[in-house]
């Protein structure tokens, strides 16, 4: 049985200062509708306008993520992005009366308690789940690895490496609603005392205290509270790696195994599971809505006209006629066709000569059901400017689509193409001859 979205059950709100901003804000989590996903919305602006929390929406990911549409911008998403995934909440709206959520004590904890407040209902749509099915590695200039394999759950294994090797620290956990919550949620945010004069002249953690983030200076740390884990550090890198994957747009089943991460590799391995999400429903077939009524032709009115039989019968059906000059025709691609045995073994591509032979196959119906012309057969003579610009697969809908340009005797010529899923795969200018059996 499919999991099922969830949505928040009220809203609540929370108040607090932003971390990098330093200004006042108050944070509202509301319910949504299934499918909407999560979406901050502006309030103190006067359109209150909606940003998506989409990877497609990062504009920059230094010390914090920061998301913008047309303008309008929101600051380190991460940690309630990471409360909301973190807890099982698929949609969701964001309210701010700021830029920048409160940053709280510098945990996920602050919104994890916000969202059990809210309470957490069940929508009647599945959820959207993207599982890794490939192994998938990135790699970057400053040294991050970041790597996700198959796996049944959502887990997450990371080492966080300090300067100079200090802090080193690693753990690893499946990421779900009870793990979530005692494990990583409480975990805070953290910086290097060197590093803290560099970010105020970059005018950031104009609210970082002591109370919203340890401070590491050598081998100590300084904060107002005790450490809430041996591994804080790294648990707090595992949540804002859970954030800013929620910035993929749909749940993930696999293994993130990631060796100093950071907000920029975290995001564009959001990138890169979006990329292979499109390539991946690229190959589900578009609702093709087949005409009906006289210019249906089903297999066997097809073979009425055509004397292709197996294996080099490659019209399933024609679906419209337009005028005297366009026909349009379907081939169902199966992994069954004879030539996917050699095609190539373990990466089955339809020939290209073979979507130009359908192509012509189609044309020939257009000209055989001309009355002068039945009962003839359409020889090949030449095929010009043909372009081959995707593969097609197993389980692609062919469309070919014919146009005749020019009938004189029994001479014709004729453009094609072939579309699958709404892209032109191959095309072609087509000449043949008609001739008696």
Same mark, same amino acid.
């Given at each position: 049985?499919?999991?099922?979205?969830?949505?928040?059950?009220? $809203?609540?709100?929370?108040? =607090? @200062?932003?971390?990098?901003?330093?200004?006042?804000?108050?944070?509202?989590?509301?319910?949504?509708?299934?499918?909407?996903?999560?979406?901050?919305?502006?309030?103190? *602006?006067?359109?209150?306008?909606?940003?998506?929390?989409?990877?497609?929406?990062?504009?920059?990911?230094?010390?914090?993520?920061?998301?913008?549409?047309?303008?309008?911008?929101?600051?380190? !998403?991460?940690?309630?992005? $990471?409360?909301?995934?973190?807890?099982?909440?698929?949609?969701?709206?964001?309210?701010?009366?700021?830029?920048?959520?409160?940053?709280?004590?510098?945990?996920?904890?602050? +919104?994890?308690?916000?969202?059990?407040?809210?309470?957490?209902?069940?929508?009647?749509?599945?959820?959207?789940?993207?599982?890794?099915? /490939?192994?998938?590695?990135?790699?970057?200039?400053?040294? $991050?690895?970041?790597?996700?394999?198959?796996?049944?759950?959502?887990?997450?294994?990371?080492?966080?490496?300090?300067?100079?090797?200090?802090?080193?620290?690693?753990?690893?956990?499946?990421?779900?609603?009870?793990?979530?919550?005692?494990?990583?949620?409480?975990?805070?945010?953290?910086?290097?005392?060197?590093?803290?004069?560099?970010?105020?002249?970059?005018? *950031?953690?104009?609210?970082?205290?002591?109370? $919203?983030?340890? !401070?590491?200076?050598?081998?100590?740390?300084?904060?107002?509270?005790?450490?809430?884990?041996? /591994?804080? +550090?790294?648990?707090?890198?595992?949540?804002?790696?859970?954030?800013?994957?929620?910035?993929? =747009?749909?749940?993930?089943?696999?293994?993130?195994?990631?060796?100093?991460?950071?907000?920029?590799?975290?995001?564009?391995?959001?990138?890169?599971?979006?990329?292979?999400?499109?390539?991946?429903?690229?190959?589900?077939?578009?609702? %093709?809505?087949?005409?009906?009524?006289?210019?249906?032709?089903?297999?066997?009115?097809?073979?009425?006209?055509?004397?292709?039989?197996?294996?080099?019968?490659?019209?399933?059906?024609?679906? =419209?006629?337009?005028?005297?000059?366009?026909? @349009?025709?379907?081939?169902?691609?199966?992994?069954?066709?004879?030539?996917?045995?050699?095609? +190539?073994?373990?990466?089955?591509?339809?020939?290209?000569?073979?979507?130009?032979?359908?192509?012509?196959?189609?044309?020939?119906?257009?000209? *055989?059901?001309?009355?002068?012309?039945?009962?003839?057969?359409?020889?090949?003579?030449?095929?010009?400017?043909?372009?081959?610009?995707?593969?097609?697969?197993?389980?692609?809908?062919?469309?070919?689509?014919?146009?005749?340009?020019?009938?004189?005797?029994?001479?014709?010529?004729?453009?094609?193409?072939?579309?699958?899923?709404?892209?032109? !795969?191959?095309?072609?200018?087509?000449? %043949?001859?008609?001739?008696?059996?």
């Amino acid at each position: 049985m499919s999991e099922l979205q969830y949505t928040l059950a009220k $809203s609540a709100s929370l108040e =607090g @200062t932003s971390l990098h901003t330093g200004e006042k804000v108050t944070l509202t989590l509301q319910p949504a509708p299934e499918n909407f996903g999560i979406k901050f919305r502006r309030m103190d *602006l006067d359109d209150k306008p909606f940003i998506t929390a989409s990877v497609e929406k990062v504009q920059k990911v230094e010390r914090a993520t920061t998301i913008a549409e047309g303008g309008v911008n929101v600051h380190t !998403v991460e940690h309630v992005l $990471s409360a909301l995934t973190g807890m099982g909440v698929d949609n969701a709206i964001v309210e701010m009366d700021a830029n920048e959520p409160p940053i709280a004590d510098g945990s996920a904890l602050p +919104f994890v308690e916000l969202i059990k407040k809210a309470g957490i209902v069940a929508q009647s749509e599945p959820r959207h789940i993207f599982v890794v099915r /490939e192994p998938m590695h990135l790699e970057s200039r400053d040294g $991050s690895l970041i790597t996700i394999v198959p796996d049944k759950k959502f887990r997450i294994s990371c080492t966080h490496v300090g300067p100079q090797g200090r802090t080193t620290q690693f753990y690893s956990t499946e990421i779900n609603p009870e793990t979530y919550e005692k494990e990583i949620a409480p975990a805070r945010t953290f910086v290097f005392y060197e590093d803290i004069a560099p970010l105020m002249e970059k005018g *950031l953690i104009k609210g970082g205290t002591l109370e $919203s983030a340890i !401070v590491i200076r050598g081998d100590t740390t300084l904060t107002k509270h005790p450490l809430r884990f041996n /591994e804080e +550090f790294v648990r707090h890198k595992i949540l804002d790696m859970v954030g800013d994957l929620t910035l993929f =747009g749909r749940r993930i089943q696999g293994h993130v195994i990631a060796v100093r991460p950071g907000h920029g590799p975290n995001t564009e391995l959001a990138r890169h599971l979006l990329k292979a999400y499109n390539e991946m429903r690229a190959m589900v077939p578009v609702p %093709f809505d087949v005409p009906t009524g006289e210019t249906v032709m089903d297999i066997t009115e097809v073979m009425q006209i055509l004397p292709h039989r197996y294996p080099f019968l490659l019209v399933d059906r024609i679906v =419209g006629f337009q005028g005297e000059n366009k026909c @349009t025709g379907v081939k169902n691609v199966s992994i069954n066709e004879p030539y996917f045995q050699g095609h +190539f073994p373990g990466h089955p591509i339809m020939p290209g000569v073979l979507q130009l032979e359908a192509m012509a196959q189609v044309a020939s119906i257009q000209l *055989l059901r001309m009355p002068e012309h039945q009962g003839k057969i359409g020889y090949f003579m030449s095929a010009n400017n043909v372009k081959w610009r995707k593969p097609v697969r197993p389980g692609d809908i062919l469309i070919i689509e014919t146009e005749l340009l020019k009938v004189k005797r029994s001479i014709a010529t004729a453009q094609a193409r072939c579309i699958v899923n709404g892209q032109v !795969v191959s095309e072609a200018d087509l000449m %043949f001859t008609i001739i008696d059996h």
